[in-house]
C-alpha cells in the first residue's frame, strides 16, 4: 500500500509539474504573440501590398501542387493560384501517381498538352511521365510522374521549377489573393535573410467558395470541425508566433510554405522516407544555417492565410494527428543530437527541448494526468485533492486558453464576424478537455507507439471537398 | 497546502474567466461601434462619391457638402481618394486631391501623428505621402525628433523624397538605419531625374544594399541617360555590381556596341554569363552569334538556357539552333537547343 502512496504521490508530481511548466510556456507566448499583435492592430496592410503588387519589388514564385487522388480539390486550388495577386508565378502540379482522375481533371480543365522540356535534376526523384503546358495559361504546368510520395512529388517540383523561391500549397488548400505577396513579405524585407516562411492555416470546412475564391467565411456545424477551428487559432496564438519572433520556429506547414530554392536544394530537397517532410526540411535547413555559420532565418507570417480542408470524421482525423505525431517524433529523434547542442544555440537550447517535452513527450504526461484523475476515483482519500488540481490545470490549460485564444483572435483578425459563430466557439471550448483533448492524445500516442514500431503509411486524407455547394466545374 | 491550492486555482481561474468574459462583452461592443463605423463611411461612399466625381474629373463646382464630419467620413474619402490615385494617371485630379487633402484633412493626420499607437502614426504617414499633404512637412520633421520606430522613419523619408529631394539626400547619407533593396528602391523610384543621377556621382561612396537599389532602379526609370552610367558599372571591381548593370542594361533594351559585353561571355561567374546572354537578346544575332554558340555549350545549364532561347529569338534563329545541332558534338548543348527550338515551333 506504502508503495501505491509513493508511487501515487510521484507520478502526480510529475504531472502537475508538467502541466505547471506547459502553462506558464504557453502564458508567455500568448503574452509575445499578443504584444506582436496588438502593434499592427488598425494597420493598413493595403499600403504595402500595393507597393509590392509590381514585379519590381518582388521576387518570382514557382508555386507547387503535390497532387495525389485530389480530383475533388485540385481544380480549386489552382484557380485559388490563378486568382493570386502576385506578380510573376509559374503554377506547378504535379501528379503523383493517382489512381482516381486527378490527371485527367486537370487536362481537360486547363486544356493541357504535353510538351518536352529538359528537367534539371537538383535532388534525385522517381520518374517523369511527361510534362504538360496549359494552353489557355502558360505560366501552368502539370507534371505526370511515378508514384514516389509527397515528398517525391514536391522534389519534382523543385526540379522542375525556374524562380529562386518555391511555394509548396497542398493540393486541397485554397489561398487568399494576397497570402502569396504577405508571406513573401519578410524574404523581400530581409534582403534574402529570411529564407523560408510558413503561412496561418484556417479551416475552410463551411466556408462558401467558388472558382477557388473564399467568398464568405462561417463556421462549420460539425463539433469535430469547430474544435479543429479552435486548436489551429490556439497553435497560432500560443506557439508560431512567438517561436517565430525568436527564429525559434521548428514547423512551418507544409500546406502553405516559402522556401529559398537554393537551400532548400542544399538540404538535398523534402525527405522522402520520414512522415513529417515539411518539419523535416525545416529542421534540415536550421541545422545548415548552423553548420554554415550564416545569418538567416525561418519566419512564421500570421496574416497570409491558407483554408484547408479538415476531417470530419473521428476516423480521419485520428490517422491524420497519429501521422503528424509520428512525423514529428521522427524528425526530432533523426536530429537528436541537435538536442542542447551549443553549436545549435537557441534551436538546440530551446525549439528542441520545447518540442521534445511540450510537443513530443507531452501526450503521454497529459493522457497520464487524465488516467490519474479516474484512479483516484477509485483509490479516494489524498489523491481527490491531487486529482482535482489537476482537473483544474487541466481547465485552465484547455479551457482557459481555448476562450483565450477564440477573444484575442476575433479582436485581431475576426475571421469568424457573427456573434453566434463567436458565442458556439466559446460554448464549444468548454468541452474541450472532456472529450478532444482525451482523444486527441490518445490519437498522438498511438502516433509513437507507431514510430516505436517502425510503422508507415501514407495515409492520404478522404476529400469531400471544401465548400461542396459551389464546386467549380 | 493542497487545499490553499485548490482555492488559489479556483480563484485564478474565476479571475480569467471575468476578465475573459468583460473583454468578450468589450469585443462585442466594439464590433457594434464599428458597424456603425462603417455603415457611416459606406453612406457617405453611396451619397457622394458621383459629386466627387464631378467635381474631380466634370469641373463642376465643389460642394462643402463633400467636407468630412467625422472619421468615418474621412475613411470614405480615402477610399475614393485612393481608387483614383491608383488606377488614373491625371496632373489636375491628382493636384485637387493635394488641395483638398491640405485644407479639409490636415487636422486628422496632424492628430493622428501625435496617437500613441503605432499603427495610427504609421497611417497617417501613408495617408500624408499618398495624398501628398506637403503643410504637414514641418510637423513630420518634428515627428522625427521623438523617439520613432524604423517604419516610421521609412516613411518619413519617403515624405521627404516626394516633398524636398534635398532633405532627403541629406537624410539618406546618414546611415541611421539601413533598409533592405527592395525599401530603397521604392524610395529612388518616386526621385526625380535630377535627383536621381547624383547617387552614381559618388557611386562607391554609398552602401552596398543602396548601390544595387540604384542599378536595379535605373532602368525603371526609361531614361537614356542612365546607359552610360551603367557601362561605366560594368567595370566595376565588385562581380554584383557588373552582373546587376548588365541585367539593367538588358531591361533598358539599347545596346550600341557589344565590345564591352565581350568580356563577360568568358567571365568566372555563371551569373554574368547569363546576363550577357540575355543582353545579346537586344543585339541582331549575326553580331552575337558566335558568342551565343560558345554561351550554349556553356558548363551551366541556365547560361545554356538562356542562350538557346536568346537564338531563338532571332528571325533566323530557328535555322542557326538547327544548323548547329547538326554540326556540335557536345550532347548538352544539342539537346538543350533541340528543347528550345521545338518549344519555339510548338508556340508558333
Known amino acids: ?473 | 497546502m493542497i487545499k490553499l491550492s485548490i482555492s488559489f486555482l479556483i480563484t485564478i481561474i474565476a479571475i480569467l474567466l471575468v476578465v475573459l468574459f468583460i473583454f468578450m462583452v468589450y469585443l462585442l461592443v466594439q464590433r457594434q461601434r464599428e458597424s456603425h463605423f462603417e455603415n457611416a463611411r459606406d453612406r457617405y461612399i453611396q451619397n457622394y462619391s458621383q459629386l466627387w466625381y464631378d467635381y474631380l474629373f466634370n469641373k463642376e463646382h465643389f460642394s462643402m457638402v463633400l467636407v468630412p464630419r467625422g472619421r468615418a467620413q474621412v475613411e470614405a474619402i480615402e477610399l475614393i481618394f485612393s481608387s483614383y490615385l491608383k488606377n488614373i494617371i491625371n496632373e489636375k485630379v491628382q493636384c485637387d486631391i493635394k488641395q483638398f487633402s491640405n485644407q479639409y484633412l490636415k487636422k486628422f493626420y496632424e492628430k493622428d501623428l501625435l496617437s500613441k499607437r503605432w499603427s495610427i502614426r504609421m497611417n497617417a504617414l501613408y495617408r500624408i505621402a499618398d495624398l501628398q499633404i506637403d503643410e504637414l512637412l514641418i510637423m513630420c520633421q518634428e515627428f522625427e525628433k521623438t523617439k520613432i520606430s524604423e517604419e516610421e522613419y521609412f516613411q518619413l523619408l519617403k515624405i521627404y523624397s516626394i516633398f524636398q529631394s534635398n532633405l532627403f539626400m541629406e537624410k539618406i547619407k546618414m546611415p541611421i538605419v539601413s533598409y533592405s533593396e527592395s525599401e530603397y528602391r521604392r524610395l529612388f523610384v518616386l526621385l526625380e531625374d535630377d535627383v536621381f543621377i547624383r547617387f552614381f556621382d559618388d557611386f562607391n561612396s554609398w552602401p552596398a544594399n543602396i548601390q544595387f537599389a540604384v542599378i536595379d532602379t535605373a532602368p525603371v526609370k526609361r531614361n537614356m541617360q542612365y546607359i552610360d552610367q551603367l557601362k561605366k558599372l560594368l567595370s566595376h571591381d565588385v562581380a554584383e555590381i557588373n552582373i546587376r548593370a548588365l541585367k539593367g542594361l538588358y531591361e533598358m533594351g539599347v545596346i550600341d556596341e557589344i565590345e564591352s559585353y565581350i568580356p563577360f561571355v568568358t567571365s568566372d561567374m555563371w551569373e554574368a554569363r547569363l546576363m550577357v546572354a540575355k543582353v545579346f537578346k537586344h543585339v541582331p544575332l549575326t553580331y552575337s552569334y558566335s558568342y551565343l554558340e560558345q554561351l550554349l555549350q556553356d558548363e551551366n545549364w541556365w547560361v545554356r538556357s538562356q542562350a538557346a532561347k536568346t537564338i531563338v529569338e532571332d528571325r533566323y534563329g530557328i535555322a542557326k539552333l538547327q544548323q548547329f545541332i547538326e554540326s556540335s558534338n557536345d550532347q548538352y548543348a544539342i539537346e538543350m537547343a533541340q528543347e528550345i527550338a521545338a518549344r519555339k515551333e510548338e508556340n508558333k
Open chain 1, 1 to 473: 500500500m506504502k508503495i501505491i502512496d509513493y508511487g501515487m504521490l510521484l507520478f502526480g508530481g510529475i504531472i502537475l509539474f508538467y502541466m505547471l511548466f506547459v502553462i506558464v510556456s504557453y502564458c508567455a507566448m500568448f503574452i509575445i504573440a499578443m504584444l506582436d499583435l496588438r502593434k499592427s492592430y488598425r494597420l493598413d496592410p493595403s499600403e504595402y501590398d500595393d507597393a509590392h503588387i509590381d514585379a519590381f519589388y518582388s521576387k518570382p514564385v514557382s508555386l507547387l501542387v503535390p497532387a495525389y487522388n485530389e480530383e475533388v480539390g485540385v481544380v480549386d486550388t489552382v484557380y485559388s493560384l490563378l486568382n493570386l495577386r502576385y506578380p510573376q508565378t509559374e503554377i506547378i502540379i504535379i501528379n503523383d501517381g493517382s489512381t482516381d482522375q486527378t490527371l485527367q481533371t486537370v487536362i481537360e480543365h486547363f486544356q493541357m498538352k504535353p510538351i518536352s522540356k529538359i528537367v534539371r535534376t537538383n535532388i534525385p526523384t522517381k520518374q517523369i511521365k511527361q510534362i504538360y503546358e496549359s494552353e489557355i495559361y502558360k505560366n501552368c504546368i502539370l507534371v505526370d510522374k511515378e508514384n514516389g510520395g509527397k515528398a517525391d512529388a514536391l522534389n519534382v517540383g523543385i526540379n522542375v521549377s525556374q524562380y529562386p523561391y518555391f511555394c509548396s500549397i497542398d493540393g486541397d488548400s485554397i489561398l487568399d489573393e494576397k497570402s502569396l505577396l504577405r508571406v513573401m513579405k519578410p524574404i523581400i524585407l530581409s534582403d534574402g535573410e529570411v529564407i523560408a516562411a510558413g503561412g496561418n492555416i484556417r479551416i475552410a470546412n463551411g466556408a462558401k467558395m467558388q472558382y477557388g475564391s473564399i467568398y464568405e467565411t462561417q463556421l462549420p456545424t460539425n463539433y469535430l470541425v469547430i474544435m479543429q477551428v479552435i486548436e489551429y487559432l490556439r497553435a497560432f496564438l500560443m506557439g508560431r508566433i512567438a517561436l517565430s519572433k525568436f527564429n525559434l520556429v521548428l514547423i512551418i506547414s507544409g500546406a502553405f510554405s516559402v522556401f529559398s530554392k537554393k537551400w532548400a536544394v542544399e538540404a538535398g530537397g523534402y525527405s522522402t522516407n520520414i512522415i513529417g517532410e515539411d518539419m523535416e526540411l525545416v529542421v534540415t535547413i536550421h541545422r545548415l544555417i548552423k553548420e554554415k555559420k550564416e545569418k538567416k532565418r525561418i519566419e512564421f507570417v500570421p496574416d497570409p492565410v491558407c483554408w484547408t480542408e479538415a476531417p470530419q470524421t473521428l476516423g480521419v482525423l485520428r490517422n491524420q494527428r497519429r501521422r503528424w505525431h509520428q512525423g514529428l517524433f521522427e524528425s526530432l529523434w533523426k536530429h537528436k543530437k541537435m538536442t542542447l547542442n551549443p553549436r545549435y544555440g537557441k534551436i538546440g537550447f530551446i525549439s528542441f527541448p520545447y518540442f521534445w517535452l511540450v510537443e513530443c513527450l507531452g501526450p503521454i504526461v497529459e493522457l497520464g494526468g487524465y488516467i490519474y484523475i479516474v484512479i483516484a476515483f477509485f483509490l479516494g482519500k489524498i489523491y481527490y485533492e491531487i486529482a482535482l488540481i489537476l482537473l483544474l490545470l487541466f481547465v485552465i490549460y484547455g479551457v482557459i486558453f481555448s476562450i483565450a485564444a477564440i477573444l484575442f483572435e476575433s479582436w485581431s483578425m475576426n475571421t469568424y464576424p457573427k456573434k453566434r459563430e463567436l458565442l458556439r466557439m466559446i460554448l464549444l471550448a468548454f468541452t474541450e478537455i472532456f472529450w478532444y483533448r482525451p482523444l486527441t492524445l490518445f490519437w498522438r500516442c498511438e502516433g509513437l507507439i507507431r514510430f516505436l514500431l517502425r510503422k508507415s503509411d501514407w495515409g492520404n486524407m478522404k476529400r469531400v471537398g471544401i465548400a461542396e455547394k459551389e464546386k467549380s466545374q
